[in-house]
């Protein structure tokens, strides 16, 4: 075994040969948009980046569903396995079966198995000092997930988060790879400041983020306002409080924004200053969601998060 | 339009329908206040911060496992509750109508049905409105398409009435169908409201 539980990694790997380690991960989640074709390209995206967040190529995956057979018709489960198989098919992913129970509330996603070179395995433990961190898409789809469960959110706000929760994070890793970077994550159920935690408790170092130049998507600021907030996102701030120290000026709602929990979120990189631009230049190519350098590895330490209002970039 | 006061109780609700129920409660008033009862630490919180985005004073009350979030809107509900006694105004305006009939009195069934008419057509002119009509027995054809009085209901419910028709009274006089303003209400909640009211009226 390569990777396993200790560092709260986003996939497990385990080593095959010199040249290849499988690497596995399993999730699946209620439905977070009201289209089921949608909402299964959703869960796929975010079942796939956890191998893309290791460095790995996914090869195969296993559909994990549950569906309420007597209150929702059949064609439902069609179209959410639908969105499911594109999003596999544009990855290369073949997906070779699944398991179906009867539940109360329909559930997708998928266990999916990848490769990657043992020497080339992305971690979330290997940031270094000095690295700059860099993230592949914006923060805030679980507070306009909850405001447009209340009507409230925007056409916009649900069109902006709606292409980035279906993206892959397959261009932004392969733009990972090819530069050359030394940690990556991908931000999830944890929120932005859980997993900068778990890079930082994982790589024993203290790392500082700059609150302004954390990407939002549009709304997302208003919304955390009015209190959408969902309870993963309190749940967050209890788990990680310790860790967190903020200047005074950064303000408490983009506070709420790094603690709320993320649904195919993007990649977060620790970059080499010397490799920055070259990273940057590939996302900016290769990706159609907005990156940020959002932060950068201060010191040894033992997980410590800094926020800062700005970052003097 | 006076100072109201109105409650919400959000207790066993799901994130984001606290806040929701809060801020549609708080959208049906002008001024005053709105009283929101939750059951956990994260509504509290959401509701805390929902309110504030809207400019108005929160305060906050605890009693075991239950918070009572008191949210002023206004300025003029800020001023006239500070210079009261927050808890006397509260008992005061909390009044709830209870209509047992749809006729108004007793005596000619015509005459009755135009007092109870001009009766709802008053109580949209007046300066105060009441948090609730109840409608119980025969007065839930006040209620029902048709009714020359379900204007005056919408007219009251427009303005944060709430119109409350007795569920086992519509199922009797097979009217559920057709009701056309307000929601529908069981004995249990009907005996929480009037045991919340300040001053309850029958008629």
């Known amino acids: 075994m390569l990777v396993g539980t200790e560092t709260s990694d986003d996939a497990g790997v385990y080593w095959l040969n010199e040249t290849t380690a499988l690497v596995q991960t399993v999730d699946f989640f209620t439905p977070v948009v009201d289209d089921p074709y949608t909402f299964g390209q959703i869960a796929a995206a975010n079942s796939l980046s956890d191998v893309y967040a290791m460095g790995g190529t996914p090869i195969t995956a296993l559909n994990i569903v549950g569906f309420p057979f007597c209150t929702l018709p059949g064609t439902v489960l069609a179209e959410i396995l639908q969105g499911g198989q594109a999003k596999a098919t544009e990855a290369g992913v073949v997906i070779l079966g699944g398991h179906t129970i009867q539940d109360k509330e329909p559930k997708y996603g998928l266990a999916v198995t990848g490769i990657v070179a043992p020497n080339e395995i992305y971690t979330n433990a290997q940031a270094r000092i000095g690295d700059y961190l860099v993230l592949t898409k914006p923060i805030g789809t679980g507070v306009i997930t909850t405001a447009q469960k209340a009507g409230l959110a925007s056409p916009q706000s649900m069109t902006e988060v709606i292409a980035s929760m279906t993206t892959l994070n397959q261009a932004a890793a392969k733009a990972m790879q090819a530069v050359g970077c030394h940690s990556c994550t991908d931000i999830t159920g944890f929120g932005l400041i859980g997993h900068v935690c778990e890079m930082a408790i994982g790589s024993k170092v203290s790392i500082e983020l700059y609150a302004s130049a954390v990407p939002l998507f549009t709304g997302a600021k208003e919304y955390a306002a009015m209190g959408l907030i969902p309870a993963g996102a309190y749940a967050n701030r209890e788990a990680m409080a310790a860790h967190v120290q903020k200047e005074e000026q950064v303000l408490e709602v983009l506070m709420d924004l790094f603690y709320d929990p993320q649904t195919s979120g993007g990649l977060l990189i620790a970059v080499p200053e010397a490799k920055l631009e070259r990273l940057k230049t590939m996302l900016e190519t290769n990706c159609t969601i907005p990156h940020a350098v959002i932060g950068r590895v201060l010191s040894a330490g033992s997980g410590q998060i800094i926020i800062r209002d700005s970052n003097g970039l | ?203």
């Open chain 2, 1 to 203: 339009m006076g100072i109201q006061i109105k409650e919400v109780d959000t207790r066993g609700m799901a994130c984001p329908q606290p806040v929701l129920c809060t801020k549609q409660a708080l959208d049906t008033i002008e001024a005053g206040m709105v009283v929101a009862i939750v059951d956990n630490e994260i509504a509290k919180e959401n509701i805390v911060k929902f309110a504030k985005h809207q400019d108005c004073k929160v305060a906050v009350k605890q009693q075991a496992d239950t918070y009572y979030i008191e949210i002023q809107k206004g300025a003029a509900a800020y001023s006239a509750i500070e210079a009261s006694q927050p808890l006397a105004l509260a008992t005061v305006y909390n009044t709830v109508i209870m209509i047992t009939s749809d006729v108004l009195g007793k005596g000619a069934e015509e005459l009755g049905a135009l007092l109870m008419k001009s009766y709802l057509y008053t109580l949209t002119a007046v300066d105060q409105y009441p948090t609730a009509v109840i409608l119980l027995n025969s007065g839930i054809k006040l209620a029902v398409d048709g009714a020359q009085t379900v204007e005056h209901l919408r007219t009251l419910q427009g303005r944060g009435v709430e119109i409350l028709a007795c569920g086992t009274c519509l199922d009797y006089y097979s009217s559920k169908e057709k009701l056309a303003v307000g929601s529908v209400t069981n004995m249990y909640s009907i005996i929480e409201w009037m045991s919340a009211a300040g001053k309850v009226i029958t008629l």
